[in-house]
């Protein structure tokens, strides 16, 4: 199993800025490398949505293009966490943001190849 703990998220006005962190954590016992890191979306009445994602090994990173020229997805693979650094803010980015990981054999922006997810933290963007 492993364990992905996010934090950051809050509330701010349009134009503003959020750096969401993810951690991930192997349990005692399990065997996981991590191949790649994402993040992902759901607000109320829509369906889940990536947002980016990033391989770990090389650091080439994938965007929705909604969130293009906004968001950068980073990672410190020292410490198996991803960033989500959030600029320029705006009501339609309100949602929870879960953060995911997966083991290889590639990934979509729809979810397939992750294999864990964490809780979610909530984004609210006022205008």
């Known amino acids: 199993q492993v364990q992905l703990v996010e934090s950051g998220g809050g509330s701010v006005q349009a134009g503003g800025s959020l750096r969401l962190s993810c951690a991930a954590s192997v349990v005692s016992g399990y065997t996981y490398t991590i191949a790649y890191m994402g993040w992902f979306r759901q607000a109320p009445g829509k369906e889940r949505e990536g947002v980016a994602g990033?391989?770990?090994?090389?650091?080439?990173?994938l965007y929705a293009d909604s969130v293009k020229g906004r968001f950068t997805i980073s990672q410190d693979i020292t410490k198996n966490t991803v960033y989500l650094q959030m600029n320029s803010l705006e009501p339609e980015d309100t949602a929870i943001y879960y953060c995911?990981?997966?083991?290889?054999?590639?990934?979509?922006?729809?979810?397939?190849?992750?294999?864990?997810w964490g809780q979610g933290t909530q984004v609210t963007v006022s205008s």
């Open positions: 995911a990981v997966g083991r290889g054999g590639g990934f979509s922006m729809s979810g397939v190849g992750f294999d864990f």
């Open positions: 990033i391989w770990t090994r090389g650091s080439t990173t």
